[in-house]
């Protein structure tokens, strides 16, 4: 294994910095490995001609002693619904196959000007819809804790931003970008043992981010350390005068004390009960406790809190998703741009075929739920009481994070993020898409639904030696103190994303 | 080579043991635990035996406005089966509580001015669309009705 992916980014720069790597070696490596490993389908497209250009341009400017920002020369993958100009974006999906996007999102045009590399573009469910990045047009990823990748033994990356966590966590690139409804850039980080950060909705401009619910969406940032996830997000975050949905306040760039000069006296950590559901894995309980007990031996108050709306959330959330998909689907026609079926008889009917033969069968089902929950006699009673039921559920954070009483109030909740460890892919696939995302999506989903930040950092390895993971959520703009936390924990667990290489193993 | 062998082996192993030293034992707590040790149960009514009738004439309305077929058994078992998932919050008291649209409803939203602010990518733009005359995107005639 080659040694500097063990580093972190600011290493990273550093030997830059004083020549000992340029960014064209790193990149080029990156882009060998990235086929080597072509089994774990993180991809599904890479840019290695952009990538050349732009870790050329990063080592001129580091012959000049002038690099862009903290990430210029960093290597980075993208998930593919967000959109980059002259390369194909997809959502994995029929419809996309061809779609070449004018215009480069947010996001991925921050990162560029910060000169970052992008490597590629990184696999998903079909338009985000799904746990496991197991609906793809392009075929399943694959984790590479995995016990055996080759035979149908092989354990699933999570999803929906399966590829871009499996990217980060074999080392192919540094952090890596992906969205997050209602837990699809924490659900694969749990599984694939890296960071994914969920941060604040509307601190990341969701422009060029190809919508699922626009209500819920957020970028999300997948990196093998706190610092590095920060790094990310201090490149990225901020007001977009393109979406009119980001948060105006001025964004102020995050830095995290170093881990010995974190004083946690002040800080108060609530353990929602409820978020101990059916499905919880002993493992995972094992590991909530402990971490949970290293905090109060670090000096944190920890006490239990209630969230008593938590269990109603996995059915708001599909209500809501269901109808957002239906109006957001409602823009693939197959006219201006996505899948055009062959039927010239009419209008309607070229856009029925064209979706019938663009969309996969989990969006067409989200797509007539919807329209059926938002029809005129339904929409009170489903699509507004769903929107209802979310404010009490919002309401229930708010209680514990703003509480005029004092005591009651705690800064950080600790909780698990998905029940289990990453299931073998045949055990998953038996399950229908609703479930799969019902089912591990219940500690995720709620800090979409309040539009909070939730950090999934991984804390240690099960018995089968896949890693384990935990949740932390915090109020809006509080990323801050959540990072801080999270990055004390990392340190106290020494969780090493890397312990998985076949390489990396026979080299201890 | 055999001595250098060994003593490379010997400081892996070295090593291999101060990590144990410094493992964490995650069956050993110090403080009574906060998290509850059992499933804190939460009640939702079983809709799944609640029959869900959808006729035809609804069918042909949502496949026409949905514009995908719902063709297969199996699709409408699932459309079923989700009408039931959404029935379970019915119960819960929603009375005096607004909808939440938007978790920045607190921020008004910013209007930018009326300003052509991009432009001049005709070219871009249309290479998207499979069938394109001269600078117009085709369809096939419209205003006839979907059959169904």
Redesign the interface.
Known sequence: MRRHIQWSIKQLTASYSDGQLSPRRVTEEALQDALKWKTLNAFVRLTPEQAAQQAQESEERYKLRQPNSDLDGVTIAIKDNFCTKDVHTTCASRMLE???P?YDATVCSRLKQAGAVVLGKTNMDQFAMGAGTVDSLYGPTKNIWSEDLDKDHWRIAGGSSGGSASAVAAGLCYAAIGSDTGGSTRNPASYCGVVGLKPT??LVSRHGLIPLVN?MDVPGIFARSVSDCVAVLNTVAGQD?LD??T??KPFTRLNLPEVRQIDLSTVRIG?P??Y???G?SAEV??????V???L??GGAS???VSLP????SI??Y??LN?CEV?SNMARY??????H?AS??????????LS??EG?N?VV??R???G???L?KKNYD??F?????????I?EDFAKVFDSSVQEDRVDILLTPTTLTEAPLYKDFASL?N?DQC?VQDFCTQPANM??IPAVCIPI?LSRAGLPLSLQLMSN?LNEQLLLTVARWIEA???FDSLEHTQEYKKS? | MLRLLSKRLYC?IAT?SNEKA?K?D??Q???P????????D?E?PDTSSSEIQ?DTK?IQ???R??????DSER?LA??K???Q??N???H?N?EH????????EQ?Q????NDQVTEGD?RA??L?????TDEDY??????N????Q
């Open positions: 061809d779609f070449l004018p909705y509307g209500s005068q009119s949905t948060i105006r353990i009960k409820e101990h559901c059916h919880l309980l094992e590991t909530w406790c402990k949970a007990d290293l109060e031996c920890v006490r239990q709306n938590t269990a109603a059915f708001v599909s209500i269901q239906a026609d197959g006219i201006e741009y996505g055009r039927d010239e008889r009419s209008t309607e009917q070229l856009y029925a979706r019938a969309f069968e067409k089902t797509i007539l739920t329209n059926f929950l029809l009673q489903h507004e009481k769903a929107l209802r039921v979310r404010r009490l919002a229908t609703r019902a309040a539009g240690r809006s106290q667990v020494n201890l | 892996k291999k410094t964490l995650f069956k707590l110090t403080h635990t906060k998290v509850p040790q059992t499933p804190v939460a939702f959808i609804t309305l949502l496949e406005l949905s514009l995908v077929d719902l699709a699932t459309l089966s989700s009408i998932f959404a379970k919050i019915a819960i929603t509580v607004r909808p939440l649209y938007t978790v920045l921020q939203l910013q209007l930018r990518c871009e733009v290479r998207n669309a499979k069938v995107y085709v369809s096939p005639p419209g006839i009705p979907l059959e």
